[in-house]
């Protein structure tokens, strides 16, 4: 059985979803960070009164959802966005094609 690769195109989508992906996550992280810090401070919450806080965070948190249910294998467009992380897998479950190759191998 020979190793199957994604094309030029396939690769710079996956890419393309990898630095959304993390960008966003970098971006989440310290907006999060800068919220549950300054919370108080800004307005967002109180002691007795959480409920803009709440809704700021739900509202951070669910673009990093769409993002991984967004992610599909370039190759045969099975959803595998639960299988990666922060970036894409090594190889789809479905198909078997390789999605993080190193580039001298190729």
Known sequence: MSARYLSSEQDAKLRRWERWNRSYFIFAFFALILVLVFS??????????????????????IPIIVLQLRLSCPACDTK??????????????????FLRVDPKIR
């Open 80 to 97: 595998i966005g639960w299988q990666a992380k922060l970036m894409a897998p090594d190889q789809c479950k479905s198909c078997g094609v």
């Open 40 to 61: 108080s401070q800004l307005g967002i919450s109180s002691g007795d009164d959480w409920g803009g806080l709440g809704v700021l965070l739900v509202l951070l948190v």
